[in-house]
């Protein structure tokens, strides 16, 4: 499972620095002892979205909060196997020849130069780390933007063990490990990794066992983001957007019906344990520069793709319901068969198919297993997570620990809430606004802070929200948030457009307190990490107009639908968070406060960020995307900044 370059360094405190990088969403992440102390995205730093760089200032980043040096790890984990990925892609490309030799002719100097000596890079960037000033430089927490220089080197980076896990091993690693589960199911599916696509495997105190996959190019995920892509949104970023769309499709229509009947009978054969065989005559994804054959497509569905940035009109939304409902069928299938084979009550899922919170909502309703955990950081970024922890648990064979209370999920959960980047403090953002001249008021409380925040939002105000630390993975859960009133039925119009800059159709996510999910939402477990599409419950729905069908698109999507309209999709469901005071207090404590000024205990939370940006990381990526939207006000830690009173700079 894993390729060394090293004998073991240290005895005793064992820590591994996990790495992904070269593909998209380049992370860091350090594990001491079993424990995930840090983790952070490169894109957070570079402000680049989905960053594939090498990522430095993430591992910086992680390795302060850590309070480590390089000299100190045991081990730095790489999350895949780079001369098995070299192999396929000779592979393919022979089996598909003469195709694809532009697109062969594009990769393989790439590859040659850098990619194949992987080794060899990934220590010459970590020496450009060790031998600044011959010490680490690290970001200090309270100023990240001045480098600090730390303790001198002990040891190495030559001299510690660089280890490669394979894709799909990081992937498992970072669902069943931080897992409440001793003892689990695993289902990893993504694009593709060296060859796998899709691996099932059983997870059992620290052993992992892989017990079947699905190898390229047969792949549940470039499947979807072949339509992704034919609907004119971006590949490895805009799959959610395609999942968004899915809900504007018409069920019942004839050309919705035309279309599952294609995709079933000309693009893929769904086998009845998941599996699925693409026809490759149709997708160009494995030796050509698209993802799909768009002349084939476009005589197939009567259309052409779309260009992005185009009208969205209802031939799209139809394709993407289409689409997502055949997805839901496959990871329904493969759900049985991981159940089949496994026997486990728990599941265990990772990979970036796994961020499809419908189909999660759907496998959680299914009732095939008791108990489903979903690795927040389900993508690649979470690979490095997985890469550490494989290395400590298989390659150092060390065990896991639980909590004393064995069915208590929330306190075995080993994510931290994914609250696991980091964070800046009241001294280091008074600075950093005095110098910009801001216009601010210092909340002396956090009690005054909470119910300040609650009033804003209730008054119909958009409040950022930037506290604590920055989370890990794709969503945000609180700490770097945009805050508004789900109860407002233009809320979602204005959040799209004047705030995000982004399409109108797409929906936005409620935040629960978890005591009080069953008064909103169909569902009785909690789901802290907003990765569950689920039902509106009946009593808090309202009936559509009777001119609904005649509609188009989006005037649908302004018919209010529930008494929380601007979370409740067009199918009256919701990708819900649940808060508990445990997780996260600050962002529980604000809801609170929201609940017992208005008596409803849901709130409107999206990221922090503009279309086209990653989430905020500093004060001041905050205080900027907070100016160039129209945000009525932005918190701070315990500064409150009021947008009506900032001066304009022409």
């Known amino acids: 499972m894993f390729d060394s370059s090293a004998p073991l360094g240290m005895k005793g405190r064992e820590a591994i620095l996990g790495i992904s990088a070269f593909y998209h969403d380049s992370a860091a992440c350090v594990v001491i002892d079993g424990e995930i102390v840090a983790a952070a995205q490169e894109e957070r730093f570079s402000r680049k979205k989905n960053d594939s760089s090498f990522p430095s200032t993430a591992i910086e980043s992680v390795l302060t909060f850590s309070g480590l040096a390089l000299s100190d790890l045991t081990a730095i984990a790489f999350y895949e196997k780079p001369y098995i990925k070299f192999e396929r892609l000779l592979e393919t490309y022979h089996s598909f020849a003469p195709n694809g030799l532009k697109s062969y002719l594009e990769a393989m100097p790439l590859w040659i130069k850098e990619k194949l000596f992987m080794k060899k890079m990934i220590r010459e960037e970590l020496e450009e780390l060790e031998d600044s000033s011959d010490s680490l430089r690290v970001f200090n927490l309270d100023n990240p933007l001045n480098p600090s220089l730390i303790r001198g080197n002990l040891r190495k980076v030559k001299d510690i063990p660089l280890l490669f896990p394979e894709h799909h091993l990081s992937h498992a690693a970072s669902a069943f490990y931080p897992s409440p589960f001793e003892e689990s199911a695993i289902l990893t599916i993504d694009g593709v990794g060296e060859w796998a696509t899709s691996t099932i495997c059983h997870g059992k105190g620290n052993e992992i066992e892989m017990l079947k996959e699905l190898e390229f190019p047969h792949s549940i995920g470039l499947l979807y983001s072949a339509f992704t892509y034919y609907c004119g949104f971006k590949v490895n970023d805009g799959e959610y957007k395609l999942m968004g769309l899915a809900p504007y499709g018409e069920p019942d229509s004839q050309q919705t019906k035309k279309f599952f009947d294609i995709i079933y009978n000309e693009l893929v054969d769904v086998r009845e ?120 648990h298989i390659y150092l064979e060390k065990p896991r620990f639980f909590g004393s209370a064995q069915n208590d999920i929330k306190e075995k959960d080993k994510m931290k809430a994914s609250l696991l980047g980091p964070y800046y403090s009241n001294e280091f953002i008074k600075s950093m606004l005095d110098a910009l001249n801001v216009q601010y008021h210092f909340i002396e409380t956090d009690e005054e802070l909470y119910e300040k925040a609650a009033s804003l939002i209730a008054e119909g105000n958009v409040l950022g929200w930037f506290r604590g630390r920055m989370e890990y993975g794709p969503r945000a859960l609180g700490n770097r948030s945009i805050l508004a009133d789900a109860r407002n039925k233009e809320m ?38 907003m990765l569950m599409v689920v039902p509106v419950i009946e009593q808090k729905r309202y009936v559509r107009p009777v001119n609904y069908d005649s509609l188009d698109l989006m005037e649908k999507l302004y018919c209010s639908r529930s008494d929380i309209p601007a979370v409740t999709h067009l199918d009256y469901s919701a990708r819900i968070q649940t808060v508990s005071k445990e997780d996260n207090p600050d962002y529980y404590n604000v809801i609170n406060a929201f609940r017992k000024q208005t008596g409803c205990p849901v709130i409107i939370n999206t990221s922090f960020n503009v279309r086209g940006e990653p989430i905020v990381c500093t004060p001041i990526d905050a205080y900027k995307c907070f100016m160039k939207t129209e945000m009525d006000c932005l918190a701070l830690e315990n500064f409150m900044i009021y947008k009506e009173e900032q001066k304009v700079v022409s």
């Open 492 to 529: 979602q119009m204005k959040l799209n457009l004047k705030i995000k800059f982004r399409e109108g159709f797409r929906p936005f996510a409620p935040s629960v307190l978890e005591e009080k999910t069953q008064e909103y939402f169909d569902i009785d477990v909690s789901s802290p990490y």
């Open 273 to 392: 344990d998941g599996s699925i065989l693409l026809n490759m005559d149709y997708f160009d994804y494995a030796t050509g520069l698209t993802m799909t054959n768009n002349k084939k497509w476009e005589k197939l569905f009567g259309f052409p793709p779309r260009q992005p940035e185009s009208k969205l009109t209802q031939d799209y939304a139809n394709l993407a319901y289409a689409n997502q409902k055949i997805t839901e069928d496959i990871l329904l299938r493969l759900a049985k068969t991981t159940k089949d084979l496994t026997g486990s009550k728990n599941l265990a899922m990772a990979g970036g198919v796994a961020l499809n919170s419908v189909a999660n909502g759907l496998i959680y309703k299914s009732g095939l297993f008791e108990q489903l955990w979903i690795q927040p950081a389900a993508g690649d970024a979470g690979g490095a997570l997985g890469a550490a922890l494989a290395a400590y």
